[in-house]
């Protein structure tokens, strides 16, 4: 079982930068794939970027790519989300998600826990 709490998000004009953080607890053992989605006002849950248990991996929407990075830092049970040169269609909440590692993983797709989101405003 794991929780997860986002923070980090907030108001920020159009080129700003936030970093986005994913506090998990309640994990007896086990590694886990993380992942962001983001979902804006009146639109679907959309995937924004995922990373390995390992972070030998990471994945990136098209939409985010080169603008975004991903990483995680497993002493501190933490998975970040910089985000830079943020565009107001950046406007979300955005949400972080979880998997158990295993060998056969969709990170666009596949979590077993979710956190409440947090919002991230932009304005132009």
């Known amino acids: 079982q794991v929780q997860l709490v986002e923070s980090g998000g907030g108001l920020v004009q159009a080129g700003g930068s936030l970093r986005l953080s994913c506090a998990a607890s309640?994990?007896?053992?086990?590694?886990?794939?993380t992942g962001w989605f983001r979902q804006a006002s009146g639109k679907a849950r959309e995937f924004v970027a995922a990373i390995s248990w390992s972070a030998t991996s990471t994945y990136y929407a098209p939409s985010v790519k080169d603008r975004f990075t991903i990483s995680r830092d497993n002493a501190k049970s933490t998975v970040y989300l910089q985000m830079n040169s943020l565009k107001p269609e950046d406007t979300a909440v955005y949400y972080c998600a979880a998997m158990p590692a295993v060998f056969r993983w969709n990170p666009y797709r596949q979590y077993d826990y979710w956190g409440q989101g947090t919002q991230v405003t932009v304005s132009s």
């Open positions: 309640g994990r007896t053992c086990g590694n886990y794939g």
